[in-house]
């Protein structure tokens, strides 16, 4: 893209650390937390272009927003905010991955059957002002005058500045498929590649199957592969469980040996490939993903260990999850999904206080 504008790309977005209790302080503000594809807009005019957290062009990929936001935005302005796709049970990450295709006419016919919204929540530069250094508060507030009229897709984040309002929005959210809360400083200015801002996520347990692993790029375990029995006995993929430090890595490759498929005996996941479960709805390599190895070791699914995630999607971990321990007292098949916890289903018009008829769920 080139262009005049007082903040141009690459711009690398503030960060936010993580933290277990949501914070408190006179100058604070809340916000949801949302799960999509976090992405930088810069309109110069007629031109517009999307980018990515890695500072990766998003533009292509979502063509029914480009024409929303040349409708909305200022002329000349620089927004931070969130894509996302609303599916029917809230919002829908795997449809967003389906979205970086290398064809067009994929694009296009996905654009139309599940169409993105832009959430805005902060503004960087409004036509000659660059905002970086001018506080969170007052960027805010011109935020919400320029889009606060917007029309659907393009939305601005509710904010708060009452703790107790957050709480519930922490609770209540999650129905709608949000991650959680953030808190920002009123006075704090955008700090490009810093964790300036705090982020409270869900965090829950659940006793899982151990069904196989990949292998770490430097050599041992780099990550469990994680399952969960249906009503039907089956046993479905759910996520991945990572993180492990270098000793623990090695530690897992003896640990887990006993454990090998040994040739010819059946498996789950190799009976029914189609079922993966990973945290990605194929291993296919995408844009984005060439050249990862998705390979991966069978075990024979007898072992359970315990793990903390965040955030339940359909029927896998949204995330890659935590190690706790292993639980030797579980038997394997009492590892099912009726441990977890279901969120109440919330409608996400509600979040915005009107009929917003892109981020309506029909239940």
Known sequence: ?????????PVAPMLAKLARELPAGDDLLYEPKWDGFRCIVFRDGDQISLESRNERPLTRYFPELVDALRGELPERCVVDGEVVIVGRHGLDFDALLQRVHPAASRINKLAKETPA?????DLLSDGDADLRDTPFGERRRRLVDLLGPARPPVYVTPATADPDQAKDWFSRFEGAGLDGVVAKSAAGLYLED???????KHDRTADCVVGGYREHKAGGVGSLLLGLFDADGFLHRVGVCSSFNVAHRAELVDELAPLLLPSGQPHPWLADPADRGDGSPSDAPNRWSQ??????TPLVPSRVCEVAYDHLQGDRFRHATQFRRWRPDRDPSSCTYDQLDTPVPYELHQIFGHPATMLHISM
């Open 1 to 9: 893209m080139t262009s005049v504008l007082p903040v141009n790309p």
């Open 117 to 121: 919204s832009f959430v805005a929540f």
């Open 194 to 200: 810093k964790r300036a801002m705090v982020k409270v």
């Open 291 to 296: 050249g990862r190895d998705t390979s991966w």
